[in-house]
């Protein structure tokens, strides 16, 4: 590794940024030395602004106002970096590829990654990553102890302005260091060396990317506020935001202040200025000496500047960028920023910690309006490790560890109107998960999950009444397990309640004792008769009594000659032991009664399959939109579920159209509570019938109400996560749109195509996808 303060030298060249640094030394503690100064770096992570209502960020505005207090002379540099997160979202995502047992799983992961690579070498960049470094000067001082004390009373400062301060010692600032001075294609772990460097008039060349920057030229003239800097530190670029404050000594401020005021007066009294000119600086200085003596305000230089680097192939990207930033002025108040020409060098300075340029254009601000410009404000990162991974609006990985022992479950409620991309959030959550080798049951109506079934190697069961099939509802053996009996037998209970169900009622309490009583002789058989819905009215007609007659006539659609019992009244069980299982109900949706009672000899089958599988492997139980018939009819039962599921190191995912589906249901305060994750897709109707049971703020409900979609490119989720809520988009690979889509277009393209080649089901999607991309098809 090269000696980063040894100076090094190429042909025709004498000068390299270390002659611009002037450290002299960095202990292994952290501690910066150079002339005059002494430093510390820190990280910093940030706060997500994007749902902050207005009382929230005045309480910060006092917070951060409070907490700015420096010494005349210490200098404080803030630089918000947002790179290309190339390196570790690659190797994450190969990591995770690696760790699915699942072939085809691992294929899906992998396309997903190509996908992306393949992007972001023929467009602008993407994954993006963030980071806020902060540097602090302060007076030289020999003695260590006062040094300590005095970086750590920087460090709660820090703590109050970000979620939570880092303090870096010699090796990290050194990285970070490095990390600011290359250009993009750094990686984290490279060796220590400084870049190539190249000025031209407009811009520098950074080995072989271009740098061009922006400065602050003009600060806005009436009113700034905090969490305006977000309309930057939002933007989907690579960019350095760089903040420099230096404390100044406020006395011969205020003296200077006094006298034009007094100055101001007296031509007032002479009228040699106009009055209403003279009126209007009295009172901005009148103002800012209020603000002085009554809450103690520091007083700043000010300096801030701007960085893009970009491949020197992408300067049509660089030129768009610079536009767009120059745009967001009017974002911040209309505050002027101009393109930096013949000291570009000075502003590549101010982009590196530690570093300073020395042409900078300079402000003096009161401290309450420097903290507005403080880049401080990110988007939340998520989960730390990154078994799912999307991205957020501004272009950010956002990480999701489905078995995140912080969550309190590991249930998900999917809500959003029909065509909002449900079902391609679902199947992407699922195919993800591959790296946990999950077991996978899905209860659905429409098919949406049958190709991704059969790409893992799992099973799918249509059921459809014209190619007939056969589920009992006694779906499971005796189990020895006392409480697990019990359980199976309260489900078998409430399968049969469900066949007695006329008008959506059920039958009086009477009849259900009865009902109790025959079904518990049936469970002490030693073996369950062949048709036990026939048996059971057999047992029914000897007992020749009125509240049996009325039980019987209930039960009679069910015996093994009538329509519906055709499918019911066998002690064959559907279920099998594949470790991924998919039940398309979309057959049976024209028969109302057979499908409800279907839904839940299925739904009472995997939930029974969950509770004695190995605790050591993960499973996700699917309901989509079979769970809006259940809470209309089963409320206990999607609250059991939902309520117990995590005890079996497993989550339920609950997928409906509309949230009011979910809170008028009985079960809807369990299924809110329940869920720790939510996902909201585009919603209808009133807003006010779940922003309440949601608990959305204002800003929240507005993000909701912004939701978008394209049909084949993306969808726009609004992702509450325990606390977090941050807004990502999901923009499905090709092989992952191909899997998930149940467009009629789309599978009409797929059957007239799938047969093209390929032995299996497999290899003829991943056929059919590439010659997609091709254009072949």
Known sequence: MMNFFNIWKHKNRTNTLVDYWGVSRISEDGFIEKEHKMGFMFKLDGIDGTFLEDDQLMSLHREWRSALRMNPGEEIQIIFRKRVELQDWVEEQLKQSFLAENTYGRRILLDRLADHLMKISKDEPQILSQKIVVCFWCNKESDKEILKEKRSLIYSMLNVFSNRAYILNKTEILNEINISSQDLTCLDEQGLEWPEINIDASHIQINEEKFRALELQKLPENWTELGMIQALTLLPLPLDISVRLIAKDSRPIISSLEKKRNMLSSKKGYNKLPSAFVDSQLEQINEVLKSIAENSEGIFDFKMTIGIRVPKKLGAFQRKAMSTILRMS?????????????????????????????????????????????????????????????????????????????????????????????????????????????????????????????????????????????????????????????????????????????????????????????????????????????????????????????????????????????????????????????????????????????????????????????????????????????????????????????????????????????????????????????????????????????????????????????????????????????????????????????????????????????????EKIIDFVERKKRGII
């Open 330 to 762: 009017s974002q911040l108040f209309f505050c002027e920023f101009e393109e930096c020409t013949l000291h570009t060098f000075d502003s590549y300075l101010e982009c590196i910690p530690s570093f300073s340029g020395k042409n900078i254009q300079s402000h003096t601000v009161l401290g309450s309006n420097a903290i507005h410009f403080l880049p401080l404000f990110c988007t939340l990162r998520g989960d730390k490790r990154s078994i799912v991974s999307f991205t957020t609006l501004s272009d950010c990985v956002y990480s999701i560890d489905p078995v995140d022992n912080k969550l309190a479950n590991y249930n998900w409620l999917i809500t959003g109107t029909s065509g909002s991309g449900k079902s391609f959030f679902v199947n992407s959550l699922l195919s993800q998960s591959s790296s946990i080798n999950p077991n996978i049951f899905i209860v659905d109506i429409g098919g949406s999950y049958n190709r991704l079934t059969q790409f893992l190697g799992g099973q799918v069961f249509s059921l459809d009444t014209n190619q007939g099939f056969e589920v009992s509802p006694f779906f499971i053996s005796k189990c020895e397990d006392p409480k697990e009996e019990r359980i199976r037998r309260q489900h078998i209970y409430q399968i049969f309640l469900e066949m007695t169900r006329v008008d959506g009622q059920l039958p009086p309490v009477d009849i259900r004792q009865l009902l109790s009583e025959c079904l518990g002789k049936i469970f002490d058989m030693k073996e369950l008769p062949v048709n036990p819905i026939s048996y059971l009215l057999t047992m029914l007609q000897k007992i020749n009594s009125d509240i049996s007659l009325r039980l019987s006539l209930l039960l009679k659609p069910w015996k093994r000659e009538s329509f519906n019992g055709q499918f019911v009244d066998t002690n064959k069980s559907l279920i099998k032991e594949s470790s991924i299982l998919t039940f398309d109900l979309k057959g049976l949706t024209e028969f109302e009664d057979l499908s409800r009672v279907v839904q839940l000899i299925i739904c009472s089958s995997l939930w029974a399959r969950i509770r004695q599988i190995d605790k050591e492997q993960f499973s996700w139980i699917v309901l989509d939109e079979v769970a809006f018939s259940l809470l209309k009819t089963q409320p206990l039962f999607v609250d059991e579920l939902v309520s117990t599921v995590r005890k079996y190191y497993a989550g339920a995912v609950i997928v409906v159209q509309d949230l009011d589906k979910v809170t008028s249901s009985l079960a809807g305060s369990s299924i809110l509570q329940n869920t720790d994750s939510k996902a909201i897709l585009q919603q209808r109707g009133d807003p006010k019938n779940y922003s309440d049971v949601l608990s959305l703020r204002t800003t929240e409900q507005w993000a909701i109400n912004s939701l978008q979609r394209k049909k084949g490119s993306f969808s726009d989720i609004f992702l509450i996560r325990s606390k977090e809520r941050v807004m990502i988009r999901h923009k499905p690979s090709p092989l992952e749109y191909w899997l998930a889509t149940s467009s009629p277009e789309d599978n009409m393209s797929i059957k007239n195509n799938l047969d093209y080649k390929g032995q299996d089901f497999q």
